[in-house]
């Protein structure tokens, strides 16, 4: 079973908005680095930003300065902000846990994986 559950997929417009959400059980949440991920279709998984459990924060150059990674610890869920949202930007959205993260983050191998959230971007 997915212990991950993420939310807040859908269609925007380019430039627009989106914020994507994803809970996870208490003992995961307060333990591991949560990430994001996305898949657009014919191309491999790639990371998209990590929030380890400092409060340190890692992003992929495509998404810097556009989407912000951020944690509630009173709701076990971690936030992706999205803005100015591009069409190269439509993927399935993955959250993602795991409690070493460098190799969530550098080797792209969490210890848990939600079963994603379809976002497009398109007019």
């Known amino acids: 079973q997915v212990p991950l559950a993420e939310s807040g997929g859908g269609l925007v417009q380019p430039g627009g908005s989106l914020d994507l959400s994803c809970v996870a059980p208490?003992?995961?949440?307060?333990?591991?680095?949560m990430a994001w991920y996305r898949q657009a279709p014919g191309n491999q998984r790639e990371r998209v930003a990590i929030?380890?459990?400092?409060?340190?924060?890692k992003y992929a150059d495509s998404v810097k300065g556009r989407f912000t990674i951020s944690r509630m610890y009173a709701k076990n869920t971690t936030y992706l902000q999205m803005s100015g949202l591009k069409p190269e930007d439509t993927a399935t959205y993955y959250c993602?846990?795991?409690?070493?993260?460098?190799?969530?983050?550098?080797?792209?191998?969490?210890?848990?994986w939600g079963q994603g959230t379809q976002v497009t971007v398109s007019s």
């Open positions: 208490r003992n995961i949440f307060i333990s591991t680095a």
């Open positions: 993602a846990a795991g409690k070493n993260p460098i190799t969530l983050w550098d080797l792209s191998r969490p210890d848990y």
């Open positions: 929030m380890y459990t400092d409060g340190t924060r």
